[in-house]
Structure formats: structure tokens, C-alpha cells
């Protein structure tokens, strides 16, 4: 059963072709830059990687381009659907759903809540209509693994008027990786889909943990956008929110801008001046760059402290599970987090945590309860593995 799994950001779309069983990826591919001059499609197709120039194609061009690959690659007669990305469902959905017009207007009702995300995932969604017109269509929401949470999680101490009127709550994001790493950590455990205690980290460019209790989040760190809880690559995670007014005053600037800054110069960036990538902070902080080394212990820091709050939501913890481009490949982070936690009684294993890396998972501590363990994530083959379920429902 192979699934057509789109994922559309503000400048870029990515695609893949997938088995919704196996999880062999038939093609893969994205067009970057797309607005600009400089727009490409990149795609891998039979262990090949081809790059083709799109100058200037928006979205439309973009997708008609990856569509148009599919006949010559065999793969235009395999497909059962097409599953989106959605970032922000909202309080709408729990749950992956069939594209109707009713699930479109749902979505557009959430543009409010993710004005970044939702515009290009309905842009993908009507373009992937008109262009594969027989296949069902799939909306997988970011924020649907998170509505089981309980009101004390969801609910900010703000006034009423706020959150029942312009819907001011935690809704939590990374859903569809927390979901598929908490499958596998129970798996790996032993465990059935309805049991356990968990502490998901998806540690990567973003960043979130979740707390998964006998198979739901029960509390998150993202709130009612993907800038609130951890520290990132370029966000700032939790900050005292007055410190918006206090730099728009002291600079002039426009709270709008101050929030940019938040989202896009701040976390890892912010803290070293110059990357938000993990891999060069730790090398630059080794060479002595003391930016660097206050980044790569900020970042642990705020980790190993957020990630020990969302024990209070589980009331144990059996397993603190390690995912995303850091979760999974990065060994020192790693050991620096667990080391912070050792009270929780997680005893590091240096060997199997240096072993954890590029797609191997498994237990890297001593400790069994509790154990961390690292679970590569796969958020299309999740997303593909909803859409082939809710077709073959239909
Ligand atoms: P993602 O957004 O999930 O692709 O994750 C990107 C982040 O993973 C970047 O900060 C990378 O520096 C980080 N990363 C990837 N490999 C490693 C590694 N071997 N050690 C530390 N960080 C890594």
C-alpha cells in the first residue's frame, strides 16, 4: 500500500513515496526556495539523487513537478492516498482525518493558531486535489496526539475572556513523532499500546518532549505555538513573556518583530552568535569558544529540567526515550541530559549510548527502571500509515 505523504512549510515542500507497511521509501524528494529564483527539486528515486533548477515556481509549480515524476518512476498506479502534514488542528481534532470540504474549513478555521504552518499545508492540500483528483486525501495533525490532555496540562492561567474566545491554550506539537517513538519505546519494552510511563524528547532543529501515559500525552512542552518549553535551534523555547514589551520598548521595535527574533534568531543561535546547529557548538566549544559551551549547557540544562517536570505528569517514569536529529545521533548530549536526571535513577551505559546513533535504537543506560532509550522517529511513515488505515476503513 503506498501512501504519497506531503509536507508543505512557508518556502519548501517535501514528498515521499512510501510502502505504508514496510516503510520503504519508493521516492523522496523536496523543492526548496520556492518564491525565489533560486527554487530547486531534489529528489531520490532508486538509491539516485537527481537536482532540477524550478526558477521561480511557487508552491503549484513545485508539486506539479514532484507529481510529475511519479509515472516515470512506476509509481503513478500504486497509490492508495495521499496523507498532509496539518500543523495546527486546534481543539478540532484528536485524531488523522479524511479531507472533506467541512475538514478543509476546519483547518482554515485553525490559520489563527498556526498563521505560519496552516496557509502552505491547505495550499498542498488543494493542489494535491486538483492534480491526483481520484485519490483520498489525509489531514495528520501535529497537535492531535495531545488532545487526551487533561485541562491542568492544556490549561494557562490566563483570563476566561482569552481562552474562550481566541482558543489561548497548550495544544502541544511533534504529535505525530511523540505518537510513533512511544509505539516503539512500548514495544521495545515489552509493553501493550495502552501501557506505561513515558518521557518522549524529540531533540532536534525543534524541540518538544512529552509526557505518554498508558498510550496518551498527558502533558507537553510546546503550547499554544511550537515556541513555548525547550530550547531550540533558533527559538527560545519559555521565556518570561514580558520580555517582549521590555525589548519592543527598549528597542523600538514592534512586538511582532521581538517575536520573529524569538522565533528565529534565539535558542542555540542566540546563545552562540552564530549556529543553531548542535554538531558545530560542540566542536566549537572543544576549540574553547566559551558562546558555544554556554549554549551546549543551556540547552541540557532547560532539557533536563523540563523533561524532569513532565514526570510530575506521569506519576513514574519507566523510560525517558530519545528522539529527532539530537535525540538520535547526539552521544554527548545525550550523557549530559541523562547525567542531570541521575536522581530520577538513570545510570548512563557510555558504550551503548556511543553505539545509538544513525538509525540503531535501544536502551543506553544500565538503570532498566527507569531506562532512556533512543527511537529513531519516522513521522511520514506514520502519517502514511494513518492515511492507508483511514482508506481502508472507507
Ligand atoms: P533535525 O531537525 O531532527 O534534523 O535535527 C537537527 C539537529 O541535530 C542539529 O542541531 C544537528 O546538529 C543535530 N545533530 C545531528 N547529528 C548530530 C550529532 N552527531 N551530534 C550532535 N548533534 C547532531
Known amino acids: 500500500m503506498n501512501v504519497l505523504v506531503l509536507n508543505c512549510g512557508s518556502s519548501s515542500a517535501k514528498f515521499a513515496v512510501l510502502d505504508a507497511v514496510t516503510g520503504a521509501r519508493h521516492l523522496t524528494g523536496q523543492a526548496q526556495r520556492l518564491g525565489s529564483a533560486e527554487a530547486t527539486l531534489e529528489w531520490t528515486f532508486a538509491d539516485e539523487k537527481h ?14 513537478a514532484a507529481v510529475a515524476l511519479l509515472a516515470p518512476c512506476g509509481l503513478a498506479g500504486t497509490l492508495c492516498g495521499v496523507g498532509h502534514r496539518v500543523v495546527h488542528g486546534g481543539a478540532r481534532f484528536s485524531g488523522s482525518m479524511r479531507i472533506t470540504p467541512e475538514v478543509v474549513r476546519q483547518i482554515e478555521a485553525c490559520v489563527p493558531l498556526g ?23 489525509v489531514a495528520v495533525f501535529d497537535t492531535a496526539f495531545h488532545q487526551t490532555m487533561p485541562p491542568r496540562a492544556y490549561t494557562y492561567p490566563v483570563p476566561l475572556e482569552w481562552r474562550e474566545a481566541h482558543g489561548v491554550r497548550r495544544y502541544g506539537f511533534h504529535g505525530t513523532s511523540h505518537r510513533y517513538v512511544a509505539r516503539k519505546a512500548q514495544e521495545l519494552l515489552g509493553l501493550a499500546p495502552d501501557a506505561g510511563a513515558l518521557v518522549t524528547a524529540h531533540l532536534g532543529n525543534g524541540c518538544s518532549a512529552t509526557a505518554v501515559l498508558d498510550g496518551r500525552s498527558v502533558d507537553t512542552t510546546m503550547g499554544l505555538t511550537p515556541l513555548e518549553g525547550l530550547v531550540m535551534g533558533t527559538r527560545s523555547g519559555s521565556v518570561d513573556p514580558a520580555l517582549i514589551g521590555h525589548v519592543a520598548r527598549a ?9 520573529d527574533v524569538l522565533n528565529k534568531r534565539s535558542g542555540l543561535l542566540g546563545l552562540s552568535g552564530h549556529s543553531n546547529d548542535l554538531r558545530t557548538l560542540e566542536d566549537d566549544a572543544a576549540a574553547g569558544d566559551a558562546r558555544a559551551a554556554l549554549a551546549v549547557e543551556v540547552f541540557a540544562y532547560v532539557a533536563a529540567k523540563q523533561l524532569a517536570g513532565l514526570v510530575v505528569a506521569l506519576g513514574r517514569l519507566d523510560a525517558l526515550v530519545f528522539t529527532g536529529g539530537i535525540g538520535e545521533n547526539g552521544v554527548a548530549m545525550r550523557a549530559r541530559i541523562v547525567a542531570l536526571l541521575g536522581f530520577l535513577g538513570l545510570d548512563l551505559d557510555p558504550s551503548a549510548n556511543a553505539l545509538a546513533i544513525r538509525g540503531r535504537a535501544g536502551r543506553i543506560t544500565r538503570s532498566t527502571s527507569p531506562q532512556a532509550l533512543v527511537v529513531p522517529t519516522d513521522e511520514e511513515l506514520m502519517i502514511a500509515h494513518d492515511t492507508a488505515a483511514l482508506v481502508a476503513a472507507a
Not at 495550499?123 to 486525501?137: F, V
Open 51 to 64: 537536482t532540477r533548477p524550478l526558477p521561480g515556481a511557487d508552491h503549484d509549480g513545485a508539486l506539479r
Open 115 to 137: 498563521p505560519l504552518h496552516n496557509p502552505p499545508n491547505l495550499q498542498g492540500i488543494r493542489i494535491a486535489g486538483e492534480l491526483l483528483p481520484t485519490l483520498a486525501q
Open 251 to 259: 528597542t523600538g521595535e514592534s512586538a511582532d518583530r521581538v517575536l
